[in-house]
Antibody, heavy 121, light 107 residues
């Protein structure tokens, strides 16, 4: 059964870069032709797609975040990562990683359990 | 960007009743590329429906989805106690966006 697990610092200072990693288990990130993505949810609010990556490294970002986001993949570690630069309090959220299907236009399933990142000095 | 508007914001019903949740899109969603998720407190969203009407693996048949174009509906035929949660729609016909959610609460 495929499982995803987010990891990274739970507290980031304003103006710094948020860095998270998603580790995939129960399957290879590169053996199946899937896309992988990041979604976030501010406390008590709705969901926002951040971006997606193909196992080959091709990326696709939310236009509203594109200038600050970098998503990368490390197939040797079965991981993909998120970097969000110049963070503010508005970036405080639970960050989820998830798998898409074999094409970019896709639903998200399964999801990781999520990790709360707080932006504060 | 396609904006999704869910209604109602909150729906109060009793177990055994039928729930109808709506999701309206600001422009037509191509190929009925619309999904529904259920989220319980402290947990990640769970996929219920994809392609507007296809149930995800393991989802009970009391959950059904319908619609096309700009109007979509999630129906829960007979509410079970575990169905009370927040529900989100998501379109993937273009850059993915989510609705703001409908909270289904026990009356």
């Amino acid at each position: 059964q495929l499982q995803l697990q987010e990891s990274g610092p739970g507290l980031v200072k304003p103006s710094e870069t948020l860095s998270l990693t998603c580790t995939v288990s129960g399957g290879s990130i590169s053996s199946s032709s899937y896309y992988w993505g990041w979604i976030r949810q501010p406390p008590g609010k709705g969901l926002e797609w951040i971006g997606s990556i193909y196992y080959s490294g091709s990326t696709y970002y939310n236009p509203s975040l594109k200038s600050r986001v970098t998503i990368s993949v490390d197939t040797s570690k079965n991981q993909f990562s998120l970097k969000l630069s110049s963070v503010t309090a508005a970036d405080t959220a639970v960050y989820y990683c998830a798998r898409l299907r074999w094409e970019l236009l896709s639903w998200f399933d399964p999801w990781g359990q999520g990790t709360l990142v707080t932006v504060s000095s | 960007e396609i904006v999704l508007t869910q209604s109602p914001a909150t729906l109060s019903l009793s177990p055994g009743e039928r729930a109808t949740l709506s999701c309206g899109a600001s422009q037509s969603v191509s190929s009925s590329y619309l999904a529904w998720y259920q989220q319980k407190p402290g947990l990640a969203p769970r996929l219920l429906i994809y392609d507007a009407s296809s149930r995800a693996t393991g989802i009970p048949d009391r959950f059904s989805g319908s619609g096309s174009g700009t109007d979509f509906t999630l129906t829960i035929s007979r509410l079970e106690p575990e169905d009370f949660a927040v529900y989100y729609c998501q379109q993937y016909g273009s850059s993915p966006t989510f609705g703001q959610g409908t909270r289904l609460e026990i009356k």
